[in-house]
Antibody
Framework: QITLKESGPTLVKPTQTLTLTCTFS??????????VGWIRQPPGKALEWLAL???????RYSPSLKSRLTITKDTSKNQVVLRMTNMDPVDTATYYC???????????????WGQGTTVTVSS | QSVLTQPPSVSGAPGQRVTISCTGS?????????VHWYQQLPGTAPKLLIY???NRPSGVPDRFSGSKSGTSASLAITGLQAEDEADYYC???????????FGGGTKLTVL
């Protein structure tokens, strides 16, 4: 059974750097085709994809946020970390991590999601 | 403004059929990339409803179906139930952005 759980601060000040950790179980991020993505959702708004890291350390970022984001993985700890610099009140949102897998050319989407963690940016 | 365009809202009476459209472009849906659909019940995390255009994960009722044609995709829900009231999102990959893209979401109201 695949599970993911996000952790990190609930409150950050403007200009600070946010560090979120996704701790997962039930799969290995060293298995071919596997990835972990980060998605956020401001209150009352739509989902927004942020970043994705694959088993081979290939990293993809949202073009609009690329300069502020860094995604890394620690395969031994079963963790993926997302760093977002220069936080602003508009970054207030629920942040989700999710499992992704592509097998034999079939993209299975973001098939398992964490429960999400709410981050508020305020002074 | 989302790369994938969805209607903000749809509604239907119990038992009816509704469809939700997702319109993209030649760099995402039209390029042949898979379209996925997610259901988000109030206060919960999104849940995968349809993957790879038209496939249902185990446990998803066959009342939910997906299709794709050209630069658009659709989610159909038949036999509407009160529990289907939720937000629905489409998602694909965009080659010009080199990453995932979501639609703006559609709120389904069961009348």
């Amino acid at each position: 059974q695949i599970t993911l759980k996000e952790s990190g601060p609930t409150l950050v000040k403007p200009t600070q750097t946010l560090t979120l950790t996704c701790t997962f179980s039930g799969f290995s991020l060293s298995t071919s085709g596997v990835g972990v993505g980060w998605i956020r959702q401001p209150p009352g708004k739509a989902l927004e994809w942020l970043a994705l890291i694959y088993w081979d350390d290939d990293k993809r970022y949202s073009p609009s946020l690329k300069s502020r984001l860094t995604i890394t993985k620690d395969t031994s700890k079963n963790q993926v970390v997302l760093r977002m610099t220069n936080m602003d009140p508009v970054d207030t949102a629920t942040y989700y991590c999710a499992h992704k897998i592509t097998v034999a050319g079939t993209d299975y989407g973001l098939d398992v999601w964490g429960q999400g963690t709410t981050v508020t940016v305020s002074s | 403004q989302s790369v994938l365009t969805q209607p903000p809202s749809v509604s239907g009476a119990p038992g009816q059929r509704v469809t939700i459209s997702c319109t993209g472009s030649s760099s995402n849906i039209g390029a042949g990339y898979a379209v996925h659909w997610y259901q988000q019940l109030p206060g919960t995390a999104p849940k995968l409803l349809i993957y790879d255009n038209s496939n249902r994960p185990s446990g998803v009722p066959d009342r939910f179906s997906g299709s794709k044609s050209g630069t658009s995709a659709s989610l159909a829900i038949t036999g509407l139930q009160a529990e289907d009231e939720a937000d629905y999102y489409c998602q694909s990959y965009d080659s010009s952005l080199s990453g995932c893209v979501f639609g703006g979401g559609t709120k389904l109201t069961v009348l």
